[in-house]
Every structure is written in structure tokens, then in C-alpha cells.
């Protein structure tokens, strides 16, 4: 079984090689994300995605080292209309990446300016892009996540080797309320049913890699329920990221997920288990496709991320059965080369 980390530990020594008593989880972010040397590799993202039943919003600043990747999209649920915008900057120049979760960070080019600022127990996400669907079309949003007094998330140390390891912060389930303003439309998210998710990622990277990710929130009986899945990545390394929050209290699920889908048609209904019990039994039905592929200088990047709505059951680390209906989220195939 996976170790539970505690106390606050140092991801990397003083040559930049992971740390033992890091590799784990924890129910929060005890790390310190201390990234040295191994230049080209080092992959540095913060990835903030807001839904509700009508609306689908997403921001992410990222640093690959050789360059810096921003983007943000939108999706309307309700008429399926998307919009996506990126900017790459050469070395990401101008872009820096905090060593800890819960700080800010911020990014502004002639495309776009985001920021993410962290007030101890929310962060208020600012994006303001001027030409976001067309020449004289803007795209505003002002979004406050909430995170409630001990709130629950993985994070988890995932150890490829000494010299390869990444650090996950999932955060799922943290209430958000604001406005996003995109093709002459107001979207407004209200706390009792709009849900935050944080992606915080440090670490050292091989070239090419795989992964699944999935991830849901939503409300059952009065109570906020989260849900976050991998997959791929974490293969052979003794951890996992798999895990729901109910309540803000962190149920870690250390097996894996079987995830049974069809690479041929991503529509099509996809199902996740767990594979040695029957503590998550899912299935998700796909309502839009986001592709996703760069293929720019060294960087090549496909992704298929799926948004849509999950059913079935889950059950928490105490026994308890709780029933998913219709929870927006997503779940995505991604291959990357970077």
C-alpha cells in the first residue's frame, strides 16, 4: 500500500534527485516541489477547469521548460458551442512557476492575461483575452474557487526513477461562483452547483509519455462529492492519483482503474472500474470531443479529451455506497512527446 505522508517534505535533494521520503501521498499539499537541473525536462503546469450543468470553462499556465503553453477554453453545455485559444512562448520567457501549490501566478502577453490569485482559502482566477473569438470579440472572466476549512485532495509523488517523478495536486469538488463573458453571453456560476478543479503539476519528465485522466463533481443528497481517476501514467510506480472526496474528506483509492473505452470512436459510453474490488463502478457518456494536438518544434502533444456526464456508483473508504447521476466532467486520452 501506498505511504501517507504526514509533515512537509522536500521533493528533491541537492542534486535535483527525488527525495525517499517523498515518494507517497498526502491528503494535502505538504510538498515542496524544490525542481533542479535536468534542463529540457522539467514540466511545470497549473491547469484550473470550472463546471456547471450549462457551462464548461478552462485555464491553464504551463512551462515545458523550452517553452511556456496558455490556453483557455470554453464549452456551453446546453447548445455545444466550444471556443479555444493558445499562446506559446520560446523558453517562456516572462513565465514563472511557484515550487508551492497554494501560490500565485500569473501570465500576460498581447493574446491573453491570466492570473490566479491565491487568498489563503480561495483563489480568484482573472482572464481577460481581447480577440478570443474574433477581432473584436472578447472573452472576460472573473471566477472566485472556494476551498473550505480542511478540504481534502491527492497529491501524490509518483517516482519513475531517481532522476524521472512527477508531483499531482488534484484538487476536486471546491465551490466557485463568477461570470465568464464570451460571444456576447453572460455565464454566471453559482456555488450551490459550479465546481472548481485544480491540476497542479511539478516534475521531471522522459520524452514520451501516456496517460488517462477523469474527473467529476457534483451533489448528492446536500452533500459535494468529487471524483478523480488515472491512469497509464502512474503504471508499475506503486501509486496512484484514484480517489473521491465527499464532504471534503478524501477517501485515496491506492488500486488501479480499468478504464474500457474505444480509441477508434471516443463517443462512444466508456466505463471505469476499479480492478481488484467493486469500490468504483462508472460509466461515462461522452457530449463533446475537445482534440487537442501541437505539433510545434520539439513539442507534440494529442489529446482527446472527452466532456460529458458520469453514472453509476461509487463507494467511500468506510463502506459507504453513494450514487452518481449525471456529474459533469470529463474523461481524456492523451500522448505526449515534449
Known amino acids: 500500500m501506498a505511504r501517507e505522508i504526514t509533515e512537509r517534505a522536500d521533493m528533491c535533494d541537492e542534486k535535483g534527485r527525488l527525495t525517499k521520503n517523498s515518494i507517497g501521498w ?3 499539499p505538504l510538498f515542496n516541489c524544490n525542481l533542479s537541473g535536468s534542463f529540457l525536462r522539467k514540466k511545470k503546469w497549473n491547469y484550473w477547469c470550472v463546471t456547471s450543468p450549462e457551462f464548461l470553462f478552462s485555464v491553464t499556465i504551463s512551462h515545458l521548460d523550452y517553452a511556456a503553453v496558455v490556453f483557455v477554453y470554453v464549452l456551453d453545455l446546453q447548445n455545444l458551442s466550444f471556443q479555444e485559444q493558445t499562446t506559446l512562448v520560446p523558453f517562456g520567457f516572462g513565465c514563472r512557476m511557484p515550487v508551492e501549490v497554494n501560490a500565485s501566478v500569473k501570465f500576460e502577453g498581447k493574446q491573453m492575461a491570466i492570473s490566479f490569485e491565491e487568498k489563503g482559502d480561495s483563489t480568484s482566477i482573472h482572464v481577460h483575452c481581447p480577440h478570443f473569438s474574433g477581432k473584436d470579440k472578447p472573452l472576460v472572466a472573473d471566477v472566485q474557487v472556494e476551498r473550505p476549512e480542511g478540504h481534502e485532495s491527492i497529491n501524490v509523488v509518483v517516482p519513475w526513477s531517481e532522476t524521472r517523478f512527477q508531483f499531482t495536486s488534484k484538487q476536486t469538488a471546491l465551490p466557485a461562483a463568477g461570470t465568464v463573458h464570451w ?4 455565464y454566471i456560476f453559482k456555488s450551490n452547483n459550479a465546481f472548481g478543479c485544480l491540476d497542479f503539476g511539478r516534475g521531471i519528465w522522459p520524452y514520451h509519455s501516456t496517460w488517462n485522466w477523469a474527473q467529476a463533481a457534483g451533489v ?3 452533500r459535494s462529492v468529487g471524483l478523480n481517476f488515472g491512469g497509464q501514467w502512474t503504471d508499475g510506480t506503486g501509486q496512484t492519483e484514484n480517489g ?3 464532504d471534503s474528506r478524501l477517501s485515496k483509492i491506492n488500486e488501479d482503474i480499468i478504464w474500457d473505452y ?6 462512444k459510453p466508456w466505463t471505469l472500474r476499479t480492478d481488484r474490488t467493486d469500490q468504483v463502478l462508472l ?3 461522452p457530449l463533446f470531443e475537445r482534440k487537442a494536438a501541437t505539433n510545434a ?4 502533444s494529442a489529446v482527446h479529451q472527452m466532456i460529458g456526464t458520469f453514472n453509476g456508483y461509487i463507494r ?6 453513494i450514487m452518481i447521476e449525471s456529474f459533469v466532467g470529463w474523461a481524456e486520452d492523451h500522448e505526449a512527446s515534449w
Open 244 to 246: 473521491i472526496v465527499v
Open 316 to 321: 467511500t473508504n468506510e463502506g459507504e455506497t
Open 262 to 267: 474505444d480509441s477508434s470512436n471516443y463517443m
Open 183 to 186: 460571444n456576447g453571453k453572460e
Open 283 to 285: 460509466t461515462f457518456q
Open 220 to 222: 448528492v443528497n446536500g
Open 26 to 28: 498526502a491528503r494535502h
Open 297 to 300: 518544434w520539439i513539442i507534440r
